[in-house]
């Protein structure tokens, strides 16, 4: 939502002025607009004014022997993305901030009560995206109920990190830095392939793209530091609780379409949200950490799976355009073409990569029945 007029290494004071110089023109759009985008300038200042260098940080005295650890793996995660996976690291990740709050920005999604389309904002450079971020998390609160009030599936959630798809060079926040090994490099390589790949307007695209990069990366990244991990429990687990979420979205587009009553697609609506909730119970009963998704699955919604939609519906077809592509920079320039269609074709051309990626993949094949049987039980 930044323009690439913000040029870094500009003064401060400058650097200010052209945040603020960006929302001038959307004054002429509505107190919301004006009061959103305010906050906005004020929020992405107060973390761009804290960066200070890894390497000052770590060599500073005062700097706690974990944060220090935590910043030299940050080093080695930007030199693995930037010479094997071949993405534009440039002087992204390369500062640290220590934040004020827990997290930066909550987002809020929301859903019509019989829908799972997600209501969409649009804004400058990044065009429009189904969810709505706030530095503030009362405005953020004060959004949500808002929405709920005109009755959508609201859905309000933490964010401990976001790109700003190269407009400025995003630092690392304390927000995830003592985050573990696996999980901090998957987080890196996915908002780094947004600096690579981004179409407008297809929060889809964007966010399944960048998971797909991080999940086909990370693998190779724990295998180059020698790591015995948790990494393939942790995949399974997110493919069951990805294909459970699907399920669901299914079944419930079925009774969303009926021409039935509002007072019976709502009833229908609370059973199928409920089996969900037990069905995760179930499939998580004997996992390492049965709780990792609880409090996500207990606050299932329309938002929520359509949040789970924009992230995670079209891995599967990228997943398939890699190994179509053969290596990385074949890979990135082949998911530029297919952005640069029109949107029915290039959704089309998804499709056909995702299917020939499940008949091609026994466990997500079996897996979908298991979790399609589980959400159809009586």
């Known amino acids: 939502m930044y323009s690439r007029l913000l040029i870094t290494g500009l003064p ?33 200042w107060r973390i761009l004014s804290g960066r200070q260098p890894i390497e000052k940080v770590i060599n500073e005295p005062g700097t706690s022997e974990q944060l220090q650890q935590q910043l030299q793996l940050v080093l080695q995660i930007r030199a693995y993305a930037a010479e094997v996976l071949q993405l534009p690291v440039g002087d992204a990740y390369n500062a640290y ?23 969409r904002w649009c804004y400058p450079i990044a065009g429009c995206a189904s969810y709505r971020g706030y530095f503030r998390k009362s405005a953020a609160e004060a959004k949500a109920n808002q929405l709920r009030g ?28 003592n985050w573990p ?10 908002e780094l392939a947004h600096r690579r790949v981004y179409i407008s307007g297809d929060t889809q695209f964007n966010e399944s793209f960048a998971t797909a990069v991080s999940e086909i990366a990370l693998p190779g990244w724990l295998s180059s530091q ?41 009833e229908q609506k609370a059973r199928v949200l409920s089996r ?32 789970a939609a924009e992230y995670e519906s079209q891995v599967p077809a990228f997943k398939q355009l890699y190994l179509d592509s053969g290596s990385w920079e074949a890979f990135y320039n082949a998911a530029q ?16 990569l995702g299917d020939e990626y499940r008949r091609s993949n026994s466990e997500i094949k079996q897996g979908g029945l298991d979790e399609m049987r589980c959400i159809l039980r009586d």
């Not at 004071?13 to 906050?39: D, F, H, M, S």
């Not at 995949?235 to 007072?263: C, G, H, I, N």
């Not at 037990?278 to 929520?304: D, G, H, V």
């Open 337 to 352: 073409r297919l952005g640069d269609l029109s949107k029915v074709n290039r959704e089309e051309r998804l499709r056909q």
């Open 276 to 307: 969900l909730r037990q069905c995760y119970r179930k499939l998580s009963a004997n996992w390492p950490n049965p709780a990792r998704y609880q409090n996500y699955i207990e606050k299932t919604n329309n938002a929520t799976l359509a949040l």
């Open 226 to 266: 020698g790591l015995v991990s948790s990494a393939a429990q942790a995949r399974a687990e997110t493919l069951s609780v990805r294909q459970l979420m699907a399920a669901a979205r299914s079944q419930l587009q079925t009774v969303y379409q009926s021409s039935q009553p509002d007072d019976l697609k709502r």
């Open 12 to 44: 401060k004071k400058w650097l200010n002025l052209r945040l603020w110089l960006l929302i001038i023109p959307l004054y002429l759009a509505g107190c919301e607009t004006v009061g959103y985008y305010a906050q906005a300038a004020a929020g992405q």
């Open 150 to 177: 005109q009755g959508y599936d609201v859905y309000l959630g933490a964010v401990p990190a976001y790109s700003t798809l190269g407009w400025f060079n995003d630092p690392i926040l304390s927000s995830f830095v």
């Open 97 to 119: 901030v220590q934040l004020d709050d827990t997290y930066p920005i909550w987002n809020v999604l929301a859903a019509p009560e019989f829908s799972l389309e997600p209501k």
């Open 181 to 190: 090994q696996e999980r901090l490099a998957g987080l890196l390589f996915h």
